[in-house]
T-cell receptor, first 112, second 112 residues
Framework: DAGITQSPRYKITETGRQVTLMCHQT?????MFWYRQDLGHGLRLIYY???????DKGEVPDGYVVSRSKTENFPLTLESATRSQTSVYFC???????????FGPGTRLTVT | SQELEQSPQSLIVQEGKNLTINCTSS?????LYWYKQKYGEGLIFLMM?????EEKSHEKITAKLDEKKQQSSLHITASQPSHAGIYLC????????????FGKGTKLSVKP
């Protein structure tokens, strides 16, 4: 099916573990984004990518790593998970800057 | 983000009533996006406004952009239970480098 998907949808991990959240879109959108959503903070941008092999930091990048070797995929890695990274993570894509973003269903991550 | 304030934070209305949600920016607005989110799900794009005075409608939802006031309003006419959810505004504002800053959302409940 066309669209934007995220996996896993739910993940529980322990402090200090590395975990990777996957994002895949079938629209060939140039831009892709990772957000986290927390009560009291709303949606905050972690990293974004304007094209394959081009990534940039957002508002809250510390503790996260991204890569984009293919246009359709944009994985987010937590190198050493901390409890403060417990959150709901959303991936989004858009065809260009200043165009509407389309969001995936989210990944609920719990770090124990 | 304090740069984008939504009001009210929550709203309970009787089915059939009209309602308005506001989104105000502390900085110059270049584009304003409205999204709807149901619990446990991703954000669904509703409308995008880019020009001062612009007004768009989709079914019973109308959004307007007042560029001078740096504000957008989302108006729902004759609300239905299907309108319930969290409404978020996202904006490309001065200093956001083309990325979207999001408000904290307005939780709407519609009583049958």
């Amino acid at each position: 099916d066309a669209g934007i998907t995220q996996s896993p949808r739910y993940k529980i991990t322990e402090t200090g573990r590395q975990v990777t959240l996957m994002c895949h879109q079938t629209w060939s959108h140039s831009y892709m984004f990772w957000y986290r959503q927390d009560l009291g903070h709303g949606l905050r941008l972690i990293y974004y990518s304007a094209a394959a092999d081009i990534t940039d930091k957002g508002e809250v990048p510390d503790g996260y790593v991204v890569s984009r070797s293919k246009t359709e995929n944009f994985p987010l890695t937590l190198e050493s998970a901390t409890r403060s990274q417990t959150s709901v993570y959303f991936c989004a894509s858009s065809r260009a800057e200043s165009y509407e973003q389309y969001f995936g269903p989210g990944t609920r991550l719990t770090v124990t | 983000s304090q740069e984008l304030e939504q009001s009210p934070q929550s709203l309970i209305v009787q089915e059939g009533k009209n309602l308005t949600i506001n989104c105000t920016s502390s900085k110059t607005l270049y584009g304003l996006y409205w999204y709807k989110q149901k619990y446990g799900e991703g954000l669904i794009f509703l409308m995008m406004l880019q020009k001062g005075g612009e007004e768009k409608s989709h079914e019973k939802i109308t959004a307007k952009l007042d560029e001078k006031k740096q504000q957008s309003s989302l108006h729902i006419t004759a609300s239905q239970p299907s309108h319930a959810g969290i409404y978020l505004c996202g904006a490309d504002i001065e200093g956001s480098q083309g990325n979207l800053i999001f408000g904290k959302g307005t939780k709407l409940s519609v009583k049958p």
